[in-house]
């Protein structure tokens, strides 16, 4: 395997009480306060989960920081607006620029960083933020290539039993999802044999930016981009491979499979679609499907099928399972039409409660000492994701074995001090 070099984006279930601190449990706190949280990335999914955090879990977004100044003032006004609605203070400092990441690292007003800039730059922001003693909250993917998943891995260790670290899986939160896992893991399927998942997805529409730079351009429109995003089963798919993952209780042993670009005409090099049969122990195989173009009707599911029956977890739409052990989480609901979809990941029905219990367990955790730990996950998941795609790119079988030990690194060329 060859290293890859390119030229050159929930929420109101839980109610709103204050979460209150000791200064033994949150370095930087004082007492009777509010979780601190500043937010590293101020784009629409970023400023989602610091949202929700303020609104689900009574958390405080005290600092803002992003490459570019318009978004972090963008961002700053949108939470001290909602500061003002929730009657707590605002935003304390605002971080721009190439240190911004280092600048709230250090910051005397945070304790805990939301990471959601572009994923490649993921493990080195994670990595500053757990050296700097913050609490943090990483948006997914942890990393695009082998050598960051094993990067963040240590970087996980080095947390561990001193700060929480959490990845933006949030369906493993989601109700509807946590009770029919449960299920089948005490055998409500018998024996799987089989599984699909896809994840069908309209083109992400991005603003142009036509005044500036390349090097700007591309960092803003990230998401088009193969090495700043991961390509779309790394940056997006990854959901529904996380759910297979943790449905298996497993990670994939070997991939085969196609991808491609027909229909994407937008700038950038990400792909259209992705088709893959991964190969899990015990003989299951799972087929996948992906895509992200054009305008695609928005639908995600995973589907498990076992000698007494299947399931079916759609993100809208009827959840449950089907066979000897009938179950079906609440009423039935039809998926909506059209397949309306948000950029930020704002969903509903299946996932209504998704965000708010995931950013209310991060800010517990905190808030309580308990310091969870999401990186094995986090790693594992990123893997399946990369392991998907490095089959299709290459258009031959790939092992997990194989992949691990390619130690495969993807280098961005991108001098991001430049824009100061």
Not at 104 to 109: D, G, P
Not at 318 to 330: E, L, S
Not at 356 to 370: D, Y
Not at 399 to 418: F, G, H, I, M, Q
Request: proline share 4%.
């Amino acid at each position: 395997m060859t290293e890859h070099k390119s030229s050159l984006a929930r929420r109101d279930f839980l109610g709103a009480g204050l979460l209150i601190l000791s200064p033994a449990i949150v370095k930087g706190s004082q007492a009777n306060s509010a979780v601190r949280v500043g937010l590293l990335g101020c784009g629409g999914r970023g400023t989602a989960d610091a949202s929700g955090m303020m609104e689900s879990a009574g958390a405080r977004v005290t600092a803002v920081a992003d490459l570019f100044e318009d978004q972090a003032t963008r961002a700053k006004q949108h939470f001290d607006g909602l500061a003002g609605k929730l009657g707590r203070a605002g935003v304390e400092r605002v971080y721009t620029g190439p240190k911004a990441a280092q600048e709230i690292a250090n910051s005397k007003e945070v304790d805990a960083v939301v990471i959601a800039t572009p994923p490649y730059f993921h493990p080195e922001h994670l990595g500053i933020v757990i050296d700097g003693g913050k609490h943090a909250y990483c948006e997914k993917p942890v990393a695009v290539d082998v050598a960051g998943t094993k990067g963040v891995a240590e970087i996980g260790k080095k947390a561990k039993g001193k700060l929480t670290l959490h990845v933006g899986f949030q369906i493993r939160k989601a109700p509807p999802f946590v009770e029919l896992v449960r299920r089948i893991h005490g055998g409500a399927l018998g024996r799987i044999a089989s599984g699909e998942a896809f994840y069908f997805c309209p083109l992400i529409e991005r603003p142009a930016f036509e005044k500036a730079s390349p090097t700007e351009r591309r960092l803003r429109n990230w998401i088009y981009d193969r090495v700043l995003s991961g390509d779309i089963i790394v940056e997006q798919n990854v959901h529904v491979l996380d759910i297979c993952n943790w449905t298996l209780n497993a990670h994939p042993i070997k991939a085969v499979g196609k991808g491609g670009r027909t229909g994407r005409t937008e700038p950038g090099d990400a792909s259209s679609h992705f088709n893959l049969v991964f190969e899990y122990p015990n003989g299951i195989h799972v087929g996948f499907s992906s895509c992200q173009f054009g305008k695609v009707a928005f639908d995600a599911n995973e589907r498990f099928m076992g000698t007494m029956g299947s399931s079916s977890s759609p993100y809208a739409g009827p959840i449950g399972i089907t066979g000897q052990n009938a179950w079906q989480f609440g009423e039935s609901k039809a998926a909506p039409a059209g397949g309306e979809f948000s950029a930020t990941g704002s969903f509903s029905d299946n996932l209504a409660q998704a965000d708010p219990e995931k950013h209310r367990a991060f800010i517990s955790s905190i808030a309580e000492g308990r310091f969870d730990n999401d990186t094995d996950a986090g790693v594992e998941t990123a893997l399946t994701g990369i392991l998907g795609r490095t089959a299709a790119y290459t258009g031959r079988e790939v092992t997990w074995d194989e992949l691990v030990r390619s130690n495969e690194k993807w280098d961005a060329k991108l001098d991001v001090s430049k824009l100061g």
